[in-house]
Structures are given as C-alpha cells and as structure tokens.
C-alpha cells in the first residue's frame, strides 16, 4: 500500500542529501512530489537517474529570494491545486569560527537561507494548506537547533530560530477555524548524517571532523539517509496524527547528554 497515493509534497533543498533522499521516499510512496534547488541542472540530472520521473518535479528556486518562493508556490497551485505535505530542507553552513572572528557575510549569508528562506517557504506553504483539506509540515531544524555547537554562532542561530518558527506555526495551525484547516508542523533535529556534508570524499579528506562528530554521538556512528527518510515520512503521515510542535532528535543520542 502507497501510504502517500495521490499527495502533493514540495521537497525544498531537494537535490541532495537528506532532502533528495526524503523526495525519493515520498514519490515511491505514491506522492507528487516537486522539488527545488538553486541548479538546474542538478536537478533534471536527479530526476532522470530516479527512475521516478513521473512522480517528480523540478522548479529551479532559490528560497531566499521571496519572489521565487512565490513563483515556485505558483507552479504547485497551477500543476495540481494543492499541497498536503512539505519538507523545508534548504540550508547552508559556512567555515567554522569563533563568533569574534567571524564573517559578517557569512552571517548574513546563513541567516537569508536558514531563516528568511524558511519563513517565506512557511508562509506560502501554510497559506495553500489550509485554504484546502489542511497538510503536514517538516522543518530540517539540526541538532543545532536544540544544542549549541562552538564556532557555528551562525548556523545555531538560524536553526534555534527554525525551531521557534516550527512552535508558532504548529501552535496557530492547530486547530480548524473558518476557512482554514488544520495543518501540523513539527521538526527534525539530525546529528551527523551519512552524505553532503558528511560524505565519504570529505571525511576522509577530513578525518579530524569525523572524530569530532562521532565523540558527541552515544551511538557512535552517522545516522542514514534512509533513518532521516522514514522519520520524516512518519511525520507527514497519518500516523502521526496528534503530533504538532515537536522537534524529534535525530542525533544517536547527542542531545541526550554528556557520555
């Protein structure tokens, strides 16, 4: 049984990573899935490798700029006349530094992706929601969001703010009023995941990062992209029918505790 059979979802940041993987998963499950990313080309490449092309759509977006959010929430209403499901996964990091040191742009930089790119993503897709039959919401808030991490003031900052947001949305969406439905928002909080910013390349090009990540983790290992997909999944189905709100640790017990 396709649990996700005739859904719309919208997969921001969805060329790569946790957010492909999430998109993929989606489409398999029967969804319609639209995905968005800052390259073109990327994203037909992904499409066509899928295998699932037909339950999949690219829109070139970048989320911080609100008229392409706009443009893209435009697409969706015109293609199909509603979204049930979203997962925001759009974001960026940038070099570690201590806050003293660090680059104005770069602050500048995370915050418009991280933060307003999100807000204008919640905006549109909230609108659309519960104008309709209502939906579901995933925001992709990081282990950061919950614990903050040395030397990424900017990147904690944006996801602490992400978790604000998901609490607000899911707290004034919670229940039906007239003319708007109900759609639940809740968010994950990933540790160290297995791909992009973790992919095999990079740590061992860097092996100092991951036996920085792996100490923090009880577990002691990266999580997958399938543990982030079927998470997310869960989220958005049915299934978790009474949850709003929460912010689910994705960490292998990071957040738990000092170990």
Known sequence: MQAFA??????????????????????????SVVICGRDRDKGMQCIDASGLGERLLFVPCDTSVPQQVAALMATIRERFGRLD???N?????????????????????VIDINVNGSYYCLREELALMAAGDGGAIVN????????????QAAYVASKFALVGMTKAAAIEYA????????????AIAPGPIEGG??????????????RRKLAVTA???????????????????GQASYMTGAIVSLDGGASAGKF
């Open 6 to 31: 005739g859904k719309v979802a919208l997969v921001t940041g969805g060329t790569q990573g946790m957010g492909w993987s999430v998109a993929q998963a989606l489409a398999a499950q029967g969804a």
């Open 85 to 87: 499901c979203a997962f």
């Open 89 to 109: 996964n759009a974001g960026v990091s940038v070099p570690r530094a201590r806050l003293g040191q660090s680059s104005i742009s770069d602050w500048q930089r």
């Open 140 to 151: 992709n808030c990081s282990l950061a969001g919950i614990t903050a991490i040395p030397d």
């Open 175 to 186: 229940r039906p009023t007239e003319g708007s439905a109900v759609v639940r928002v809740n």
């Open 197 to 210: 910013m973790n992919s095999e390349a990079r740590l061992q090009q860097h092996p100092e990062h991951t």
């Open 219 to 237: 577990m002691q290992r990266f999580g997958t992209q399938q543990e982030v997909a079927d998470t997310v999944l869960w989220l958005l189905s």
